[in-house]
């Protein structure tokens, strides 16, 4: 993915990829942690927040927690693309996207433990 398509992708409004959100309590709730525990996941990378319309305030992807643990392999994409410069909607628009040669959306890969080849994904697209 070149600069301007992670510029393009940017620009899509997140909440026509992701119905689900949960403020930072509901998420922390979820976890069965504090909502400082999820302010620190957020900052770590662990959980990557956005601001889904204009107004909402910043929440989290409800499809990013499974089971009462963030979905196995999440941190680590999400570390390696904050690494390569990519902010948290850029991360949230490329996970959330279909793409039909996983097939499916990243995150939905993440879910299903098909997670390889979208960390390989990942690996190029912070790197370029």
Do not use: Y
Not at 12 to 36: E, F
Not at 110 to 120: A, F, Q
Request: glycine share 8%.
């Amino acid at each position: 993915m070149s600069e301007n398509t992670r510029e393009t992708t940017s620009e899509v409004p997140l909440d026509t990829l992701i119905s689900d959100w949960c403020d930072w309590k509901a998420t922390g709730v979820a976890l069965g942690v504090s909502v400082s525990k999820v302010r620190q996941l957020i900052r770590e990378h662990q959980l990557a927040a956005a601001v889904p319309t204009p107004g909402a305030g910043q929440q989290v992807p409800a499809e990013l927690v499974m089971d009462g643990a963030v979905v196995k392999g999440v941190p680590g994409l999400l570390t390696l693309l904050a690494d390569g410069g990519w902010s948290d909607r850029e991360m949230l628009t490329w996970l959330f996207t279909p793409d039909d040669s996983l097939p499916g959306r990243p995150i939905d890969a993440l879910r299903e433990n098909r997670g390889s080849e979208v960390k390989r994904r990942a690996q190029v697209l912070a790197l370029s």
